[in-house]
């Protein structure tokens, strides 16, 4: 039993599998970042920030940086394929970046389209219970 595994803990991936997701994840994040400087902006605060982030320019910032991330793990993956482990933890930072600029995304699409309806139901309600728009923001956040 103990022979079966030092084998298998001994075979790598061969490299077209782990060079191929990282070379698209590259292309991707460049691809992102260039569809946000080409969508519609507002100026916030002085600065042009996507219509879709009009309301929280921070999660527009948090965007960048995690596509900043993406880039950095997945091009320095690429260039230390010689160094396994270095390239393994590049490859994680690259995908949980990944997978954290999609969910900043996800969010702020769900509040695009969600907004106007809490607004709507909000102006509906009791006037005492009109801060529960605020405390669930404040509670997700």
């Known amino acids: ?17 782990t060079v191929c997701p990282m070379k698209s994840i590259v292309g991707i994040c460049t691809t992102a ?3 946000s400087m080409v969508f519609p902006n507002e100026n916030v605060d002085g600065r042009p920030v996507p219509a ?3 309301d929280r320019p921070t999660d527009y ?13 997945a091009f320095s993956a690429l260039l230390t394929q010689h160094k396994p482990r270095i ?4 490859r994680i930072i690259a ?5 954290s600029a999609l969910t900043i995304v996800l969010f ?5 389209f969600l907004g106007p309806l809490l607004d709507y139901h909000v102006g509906q309600l009791p006037l005492g219970l009109s801060n529960w728009k605020a405390a669930i923001v404040k509670a997700v956040l």
């Open 1 to 17: 039993m103990g022979s079966v595994f030092s084998l298998l803990k001994n075979v790598g991936f061969p490299k077209s599998i």
């Open 33 to 35: 970042v260039t569809m």
């Open 52 to 54: 879709l982030f009009r």
């Open 61 to 73: 910032h948090m965007f960048l940086i995690s596509t900043l991330f993406v880039f950095i793990g």
């Open 87 to 90: 390239e393994r933890c590049c």
């Open 95 to 99: 995908i949980a970046s990944m997978l």
């Open 108 to 112: 702020a699409t769900a509040l695009w």
